[in-house]
């Protein structure tokens, strides 16, 4: 089984509808993230998480909300979908020691806004 | 400002060929890592190597080389002997502000190997 696990793989909503995109991992790893990915632009971090607890902004926040329900569970979601939040969305998680850790992603899921 | 910069946007070969994918980095860290990944066309991000600013050693994992060079800011990645399955998108990234944990990702250079 994959460790990093993205729900639902792939998605086609209508502009002005919430969306939930779920992410669980079996890594045990403490952080959690956000990224989205549009051609040509490479990956940009939407949130992050560091436990629990804490939750911190990325550098493409806007429209988007998480929460984290549990160590292992991370969802992102979308309060009204526009179009050009159509991409590429993946999560990833990274063990809490130096702060320098490996980030392993998620499968990804294919949002289509029409 | 941390930065990273793929200038390739698309490379073809053909099979057998060796092939070096260009990443140049900025950052104003004492302390970073650099990542590469590798996106298949099944679309996952696949980690490939991870190394840290104070190891400048180069790497070599079966067909698979890394060149890190801090003198010109470089960590380029060689496929010897390229395959088909070696075609994929490839993003190298850099680690951000200590205690942040955010990832830097270049634009990605895709590569496409011809039979």
């Known amino acids: 089984d994959a460790d990093v696990t993205q729900t639902p793989r792939n998605r086609i909503t209508k502009t002005g509808k919430r969306i939930m995109l779920e992410c669980s991992q079996t890594?045990?790893?403490?952080?959690m993230y956000w990224y989205r990915q549009d051609p040509g632009l490479g990956l940009r971090l939407i949130y992050y998480?560091?436990?629990?607890?804490?939750?911190n902004k990325g550098e493409i926040s806007d429209g988007y909300s998480v929460s984290r329900q549990a160590q292992a569970k991370f969802s992102l979601s979308l309060e009204s979908a526009i179009p050009n939040q159509t991409a590429l969305y993946f999560c990833?998680?990274?063990?809490?020691?130096?702060?320098?850790?490996?980030?392993?992603f998620g499968p990804g899921t294919r949002l289509l806004v029409l | 400002a941390q930065k990273v910069t793929q200038a390739q946007t698309e490379i073809s070969v053909v099979e057998k060929e060796d092939v070096t994918l260009d990443c140049v980095y900025e950052?104003?860290?004492?302390?970073?890592?650099l990542f590469w990944y590798k996106q298949p066309p099944s679309g996952e991000l696949v980690f490939l190597i991870r190394?840290?600013?104070?190891?400048?050693q180069n790497e070599i994992s079966g067909r698979y080389s890394w060149n890190f060079q801090k003198s010109t800011s470089s960590f380029n990645f060689t496929i010897t002997a390229s395959q088909v399955v070696d075609s994929a998108v490839y993003f190298c990234?850099?680690?951000?502000?200590?205690?942040?944990?955010?990832?830097?990702f270049g634009t990605g250079t895709r590569l496409q190997v011809f039979p």
């Open positions: 990833a998680t990274s063990a809490a020691s130096t702060g320098k850790e490996t980030q392993y």
């Open positions: 890594k045990g790893h403490d952080r």
């Open positions: 998480s560091f436990d629990v607890k804490d939750i």
């Open positions: 950052t104003r860290d004492t302390t970073y890592y």
């Open positions: 190394r840290n600013s104070f190891d400048e």
């Open positions: 990234a850099l680690s951000g502000p200590l205690n942040t944990d955010k990832l830097i």
